[in-house]
C-alpha cells in the first residue's frame, strides 16, 4: 500500500476542514487535507446566496466565493489538498484512504481532524421513494452546481435555514416554489431568510403534516393534513408538485467518529450522536481533534471558528507557535464562538456544547 | 436533440449564463444523449429527462434522484458493463454506455 507521511491529517475539505487545515498550516505544520467529492469547499460550493453578521466571518461573502478563498488560502499556506479520496477508517499506523479507483493509500499523521460535516436526515410518508422527491441538499447540488433543474412546481418541506434558502435558490433558478411545509406552529429558521421568502410571496405552510405523495413514475401531488385551530378543525389540502424537496435536518457523520472508537454522547439539540470534545476541539481520543457540523450541527460560521481552533491546537501540539500567542488566539475564538451562539436560538447549543465539554472531566 | 438544453439552467442571477464545456454523447439504454464533460451521470440523465434511473428488484417501483453525493444507493445504474455505479458521483466519458436497472 502507498504510504503518506503529514504531520496533520485533515479529513473533510468543507468550511470546517479548510479553516482547519490553513491554521494548522499557517502555525508551520505540514498539512494534508483530504475530501471525498472532486472540489473544496463542501456545502459552501452551493451557497449562492450572500452570508451576513460580522466581517471576522465572512458577511457579504457568497459561501461559494468563501469556498475558493479558503482554498487558495489553505494552498498558499502549503495545505496538500487531496480531493477524490474518501477515509476508510482508522487503522494501527493511522489512516487509509481510497481514491476513485479504488487504490488504497495508508497516510501517518500525528494529529487527526476529522471534519466531515454532517447528513440530511429524511422523513417517511406514503410516496416519499417516487422519483421527484429529494434531499434539500441535492436539488441544491443539481440546481446551483450542476445547472440541472429539479423540477417546475417544487414543495419545501421544512421551514428551518435551509429549506428557507432553498427556496430562495430554487426560485432564483426558474423554478416554481408551490410552497413551504412546516410541521412547527412557526417558522424555524432565521427572520432575514423568512422575509426573504415573504418578500417572493411564496407561502409558508405552518402546523402541517405531509400524509403522503402521489404519481405514476414521479411525485404529481403531495396531501398534507392540519388540525391548526385556524383551519377550522383537519384539513387536507393538496398541492400539485413534481418536486419535494426534504428540508428536516441534519445528524452529524459520525461513522468514522466511532470507528475511531472516541467517546460519543446524544444531543438532540447538535442533530444526535455527537463526539465528546474539550474547548479545544479534541476527542477523548488524543490527538484526534472534530470540528464543524460533525462535532454537532451549528451554522457554517461556527464551523470555520471551530476548524481554525481545532487546527491551531493541533499544531500548538506539535509544538508550534508559542504557548502565549496560542492562548491568546484561543481566547479570542472563544469569544467569537460564544457571541455565534448568543441569541433565543443559539442559547441552547451553547449549553449543549458545554455539557459535552463536561462529561469529559465526569 | 444536438445541444443540452432540456432542463439546463442556462441564466442564473447569480452564477450567470451557463458556461461553455464541449459536449459529449452517452447512450442511456441505447439511445444516445448529449452530456456536459466534467458534469456526473445524473445531471446528463435529468437533463435529457430522464427521471427514473431503476426500479426496485422486488416491487419494480421507481427510483431517482435522492441525496445527489452518493450517500444513498437510489440512483444505481450500470456502466460500460460495471453494474451497481452511483449516477450522481461519476462524470460522464464521451462514448459511456449506460443502462438505467431495471427488475424482470
Redesign the interface.
Known amino acids: 500500500m502507498r504510504q503518506l507521511v503529514t504531520e496533520v491529517l485533515v479529513i473533510g475539505a468543507g468550511p470546517a476542514g479548510l479553516s482547519a487545515a490553513r491554521s494548522a498550516a499557517g502555525q508551520g505544520a505540514d498539512v494534508v487535507l483530504a475530501d471525498s467529492n472532486r472540489l473544496s469547499g463542501g456545502q459552501l460550493l452551493k451557497q449562492t446566496h450572500k452570508f451576513f453578521g460580522s466581517t471576522r466571518h465572512g458577511a457579504g461573502m457568497r459561501g461559494m466565493d468563501l469556498a475558493r478563498k479558503l482554498t487558495t488560502e489553505s494552498e498558499r499556506e502549503g495545505v496538500r489538498l487531496l480531493l477524490g479520496v474518501s477515509a476508510v477508517g482508522r487503522f494501527a499506523e493511522g489512516v487509509v484512504l481510497k481514491d476513485g479507483q479504488d487504490r488504497l493509500v495508508l497516510a501517518k499523521a500525528q494529529r487527526y481532524v476529522i471534519a466531515v460535516g454532517a447528513s440530511e436526515r429524511g422523513i417517511a410518508f406514503p410516496g416519499w421513494t417516487l422519483p421527484g422527491v429529494m434531499t434539500a441538499g441535492a436539488a441544491q447540488t443539481f440546481v446551483n452546481l450542476h445547472r440541472v433543474s429539479i423540477g417546475d412546481h417544487v414543495l419545501v418541506v421544512g421551514s428551518g435555514n435551509v429549506g428557507l434558502l432553498l427556496a430562495y435558490h430554487l426560485r432564483q433558478a426558474g423554478s416554481d416554489v408551490v410552497g413551504i411545509a412546516e410541521a412547527r406552529r412557526e417558522i424555524t429558521g432565521w427572520a432575514v431568510h423568512a422575509s426573504k421568502i415573504r418578500r417572493l410571496g411564496i407561502p409558508v405552510f405552518t402546523g402541517v403534516a405531509i400524509e403522503g405523495a402521489r404519481g405514476q413514475d414521479r411525485v404529481s401531488e403531495v396531501t398534507f393534513r392540519s388540525s391548526h385551530r385556524r383551519w377550522g378543525g383537519t384539513c387536507r389540502l393538496n398541492v400539485p408538485a413534481d418536486a419535494v424537496c426534504l428540508a428536516v435536518g441534519l445528524s452529524p457523520r459520525t461513522q468514522l467518529l466511532q470507528q475511531i472508537g472516541c467517546e460519543l454522547a446524544f444531543s438532540a439539540v447538535l442533530g444526535g450522536t455527537v463526539p465528546v470534545h474539550d474547548r479545544c476541539m479534541q476527542t477523548t481520543l488524543p490527538g484526534w481533534y472534530v470540528a464543524g457540523d460533525a462535532a454537532g450541527v451549528e451554522e457554517a460560521t461556527v464551523a470555520m471558528e471551530e476548524g481554525q481552533l481545532a487546527g491551531l491546537s493541533a499544531a500548538h501540539g506539535l509544538g508550534y507557535g508559542s504557548s502565549r500567542s496560542y492562548e491568546r488566539k484561543k481566547a479570542e475564538i472563544l469569544v467569537s464562538l460564544d457571541e455565534l451562539r448568543a441569541g433565543p436560538l443559539g442559547g441552547d447549543r451553547k449549553a449543549a456544547k458545554e455539557e459535552l465539554c463536561l462529561s469529559r472531566s465526569r | 436533440m444536438d445541444s443540452p438544453v432540456g432542463?439546463?439552467?442556462l441564466?442564473?442571477?447569480?452564477?450567470g449564463s451557463?458556461p461553455e464545456v464541449p459536449v459529449c454523447h452517452i447512450a442511456v439504454d441505447g439511445k444516445w444523449i448529449p452530456a456536459r464533460e466534467g458534469?456526473?451521470i445524473?445531471?446528463a440523465l435529468?437533463?435529457a429527462g430522464v427521471?427514473?434511473?431503476r426500479t426496485t428488484g422486488r416491487y419494480g417501483?421507481?427510483?431517482?434522484?435522492?441525496?445527489?453525493?452518493?450517500?444513498c444507493s437510489?440512483c444505481l445504474v450500470t456502466v460500460d458493463g460495471q453494474r451497481n455505479v452511483p449516477a450522481?458521483g461519476t462524470l460522464v466519458r464521451n462514448g459511456m454506455r449506460v443502462e438505467t436497472l431495471r427488475s424482470a
Open positions: 432542463r439546463r439552467i441564466q442564473h442571477p447569480i452564477l451557463l458534469e456526473p445524473l445531471a435529468l437533463a427521471i427514473v434511473v417501483a421507481p427510483r431517482g434522484l435522492f441525496c445527489g453525493i452518493g450517500h437510489d450522481c
